[in-house]
């Protein structure tokens, strides 16, 4: 082997394990996918099951803070929970193996909050786990741009699409819907996903 040829694989090399110890420092798994998964589900069973739990929080000196705060995880239905659910999964887990844990749950939770404050000032009540699913395909749209993947990106945007049509054109949900997206976007922007 030529003096040149040598020193493109080793360069070659030194590349591919700067980019697995790049890798190592961000997710790889889906642990915190799950994770706010089974929480979106724990919320919807308290909503549903145990409206009283979401009163007593409210009735506190910090109840305006944690039902914002909750808001994020609420997916509203149980409609809402299967698609928000999957969503997340299939989106959130290929987001999370991008970015550093705390830049998903970042992203996570801003765009759920103010997806959910979208729709609150159009009509809407604490449903914010959809809109949090909405920031997380924001950010994954920006992301493919970033690495100049358009197909993964269309792909998204379609299922966005859908669940634009299965909302029924509901006009706070669209405000939240798009108020969560344009989040996403910006997050992943500005944390350089």
């Not at 040149?4 to 030194?14: F, G, H, I, K, L």
């Not at 889906?30 to 007593?56: D, H, K, Q």
Request: a positive charge; aromatic letters at 10%.
């Amino acid at each position: 082997m030529d003096r040149e040829t040598r020193r493109y694989w080793q360069a070659q090399r030194r590349q591919m394990l700067r980019r697995d110890r790049q890798m190592r420092g961000y997710g790889g798994d889906t642990v915190v996918t799950a994770i706010l998964i089974a929480l979106m589900a724990v919320s919807y069973l308290i909503e549903r099951f145990l409206p009283g739990v979401v009163n007593l929080a409210a009735a506190t000196s910090v109840g305006p803070a944690i039902l914002l705060l909750w808001s994020a995880l609420f997916p509203g239905s149980l409609l809402g929970l299967v698609f928000a659910g999957v969503f997340v999964w299939i989106v959130g887990s290929q987001l999370e193996a991008m970015t550093a844990w705390w830049q998903y749950l970042l992203i996570f939770f801003a765009s759920g909050l103010l997806g959910s404050l979208a729709a609150r000032l159009i009509a809407g009540g604490l449903v914010g786990g959809t809109f949090a699913a909405f920031g997380l395909a924001g950010a994954y749209v920006m992301a493919m741009a970033n690495r100049r993947v358009g197909g993964m990106a269309q792909w998204a945007l379609i299922l966005l699409a859908i669940n634009v049509v299965l909302s029924g054109f509901n006009p706070s949900a669209l405000a939240g819907m798009l108020g969560a997206f344009i989040v996403g976007l910006l997050a992943a922007r500005v944390l350089d996903v």
